[in-house]
């Protein structure tokens, strides 16, 4: 089955900019989205399709997809956005989901 | 789009748990409905996924014959069963509507989850 891989924790300090990152084999031929799930709370998707934002999510969440490595990128981080964020993508063997297993984001 | 969930359980092992999951918002029979969990500190796990229009049902390998998900539209619910339950099954069980494009699908809503505790 396919395999996402994340990096356990990213720290960075408020204002700063965060960048998480999801490997997996050849992924940028997939289409990655991304969850943030904050302290006891339910997850939230923050991008989908790589790079596009649902309505309501700040334009300081972007990301990006190429090669094998997929980016979320967080711009001017706040204290509110420590959370862990998750990547997923569909395996094309069988359609089914699969999770990264998470980054915790820490802000200084 | 709101999903609400039914309330938290604790189950002795080998019984039975079935969660609901209220829809309301949309038209509930056009979004496949899929379910998810979260043991204590670790990540998400995909578990399976209904489609609310006909009940067809796709389940991950690793739940087959442990898994029941079913819908009924009158009420724009959905249901997960898992029975035989052990301790690692302990868990917090999201339902979330999938949105799917012909090569990828995305969780858009979730909701609030239910615990699950199995202890004896």
């Known amino acids: 089955s396919y395999v996402l891989t994340q990096a356990p924790s990213v720290s960075v300090a408020p204002r700063q900019t965060a960048r998480i990152t999801c490997g997996g084999n050849n992924i940028g031929s997939k289409s990655v989205h991304w969850y943030q799930q904050r302290p006891g709370q339910a997850p939230v998707l923050v991008v989908y399709d790589d790079s596009d934002r649902p309505s309501g999510i700040p334009g300081r969440f972007s990301g990006s997809n190429s090669g094998n490595t997929a980016t979320l990128t967080i711009s001017r981080v706040e204290a509110g956005d420590e959370a862990d964020y998750y990547c997923?993508?569909?395996?094309?063997?069988?359609?089914?989901?699969?999770f990264g297993g998470g980054t915790k984001l820490t802000v200084l | 789009v709101q999903l609400v969930q039914s309330g938290a359980e604790v189950k002795e092992p080998g019984a039975s748990v079935k969660l609901s999951c209220k829809a309301s918002g949309y038209t509930f029979y056009t979004y496949y409905m899929n379910w998810v969990r979260q043991a204590p500190g670790q990540g998400l796990e995909w578990m399976g996924i209904i489609n609310p229009s006909g009940g067809s049902t796709t389940y991950e390998q690793r739940f087959q014959g442990r898994v029941t998900m079913t819908r009924d539209t009158s009420t724009s619910t959905v249901y997960m069963e898992l029975s035989s339950l052990r301790y690692e099954d302990t868990a917090v069980y999201y339902c979330?509507?999938?949105?799917?494009?012909?090569?990828?699908?995305?969780?858009?809503?979730w909701g609030q989850g239910t615990l699950v505790t199995v202890s004896s």
């Open positions: 979330a509507r999938g949105d799917c494009t012909s090569t990828s699908c995305y969780y858009d809503s």
């Open positions: 997923q993508v569909s395996d094309t063997t069988n359609d089914h989901p699969v």
